[in-house]
């Protein structure tokens, strides 16, 4: 086991889009990241569609969401253990890194107070104590829950990371998470203000249920279906007439609101349309609230930066520079850190901010109650 405050970790992420799990070695050393190995495990058909299911209410979910919180700490395993040969391999031994930040899989998201007895509640399907039997290593977990307890959102908690690696010292920059669901940060140049943060909307999510739903494909490959669509106005404006869009921030979602039946009921005026069409629409559905968030929030930023795997959607990449004129839209591998990497990382970098008893959310993103450290500790 690695001393406390060591600077070898890993950073496991699995987000809404449902696609796999995705892992990054990590060395902070003299202040900075470096990636020193990644790894992913794709989400095999059957275990997804569970994931999927377990978003909504079903017959015996609490004995089926332990199960796959089982299988979920068994394929994080296998992704460490990718990374732990790959650090070997570059004379870094296991007992080298310090802990393992894993987020686990968000199956329900509703941080808003249920009733004036307290706060709401976030949902990280997850085994932490398997973890690190089948590692040897510690890990740390549940980061978005004491956030939501000091009456956060829980989410995003990445703005603080992003500051740190995207963040410049004269000027605003934005930067643009497309998981399956959207978020933004906006990051001031030192001394102009607080970080900003929330989330947009839908990012991947709808475009990726539609598509498989359609292709058989579990993703818009370049958004090059979307592109042979046409844009449907009139079902853009029924997407967009949904309250979310008008909070103010803080604010988080997820699939609790942005799910298939949201979308069935949108859909049922428009049934007659190409299905091409309605993906050219939702992909439009996708980069409007964000623009709109960037000129809202970030309006005096000249770059966009884009992660996630929306920033491969070649479609919405054009759709957002087209919209953004004053920014240059641009992939976080222009600035080193490759676009499915970032949030793995971002969850190295709290899983350190745990260890270290620093805290890890901004108050001025979630809307807490004040800087609290994030996670629980689960050692090996």
């Keep these: 086991m690695s001393e406390l405050g060591g600077n070898i970790y890993i950073g ?141 959102q829980g989410a995003p908690l990445a703005p603080a990371f992003h500051q740190g690696v995207f963040g410049q010292a004269d000027t605003t920059v934005c930067v643009l998470n497309l998981g399956g669901i959207s978020n933004l940060s906006v990051l001031p140049a030192v001394g102009q203000g607080l970080v900003l943060g929330f989330d947009c909307g839908t990012g991947n999510a709808l475009m990726d249920a539609w598509c498989q739903r359609h292709t058989g494909q579990a993703f818009d490959a370049g ?14 404006a029924s997407l967009l007439d949904e309250p979310y869009f008008a909070l103010p921030p803080p604010k988080s979602t997820g699939r609790d609101l942005f799910s298939l039946a949201w979308l069935d009921h949108k859909l049922s005026a428009f049934s007659a349309e190409r299905p091409e069409d309605i993906q050219n629409t939702l992909a439009e559905f996708t980069v409007s609230p964000c623009v709109a968030g960037v000129n809202s929030y970030g309006k005096d930023s000249k770059r966009l930066v884009v992660c996630g795997g929306g920033a491969f959607n070649q479609h919405v990449m ?20 490759p676009p499915l990497q970032v949030e793995a990382a971002a969850f190295a970098w709290l899983a350190r901010q745990t260890q270290l008893r620093l805290p890890g959310n901004l108050p001025s993103v979630t809307g807490a109650a004040g800087a609290r450290v994030l996670g629980a500790i689960y050692p090996a």
């Design 12 to 152: 496991l992420m699995s987000g809404t889009s449902l696609d796999g799990a995705d892992g990054v070695l990590v060395d902070f050393s003299g202040g900075t990241l470096r990636v020193l190995a990644s790894a992913t495990e794709t989400f095999p058909d059957t275990f997804r569609a569970e994931l999927l299911a377990l978003n909504s209410s079903g017959p015996d979910e609490l004995h089926r969401a332990a199960l796959a919180a089982n299988q979920l700490a068994a394929l994080y395993a296998r992704v460490v253990r990718s990374l732990v040969q790959q650090g070997a391999a570059q004379g870094i031994a296991a007992d080298r890194i310090t802990a393992i930040g894993a987020h686990g899989q968000t199956v329900r998201h509703q941080p808003a107070p249920t009733s004036p007895a307290g706060p709401g509640y976030t949902l990280q399907l997850n085994n932490p104590a398997l973890l690190a039997e089948l590692t040897g290593i510690d890990v740390v977990a549940d980061f978005r829950s004491r956030d939501v307890a000091a009456g956060g």
């Design 318 to 337: 054009e759709r957002l520079q087209a919209s953004l004129p004053q920014c240059r839209v641009e992939s976080s591998e222009t600035h080193g850190l």
């Design 223 to 236: 958004g090059a279906w979307a592109a042979s669509g046409r844009l449907l106005p009139g079902l853009l």
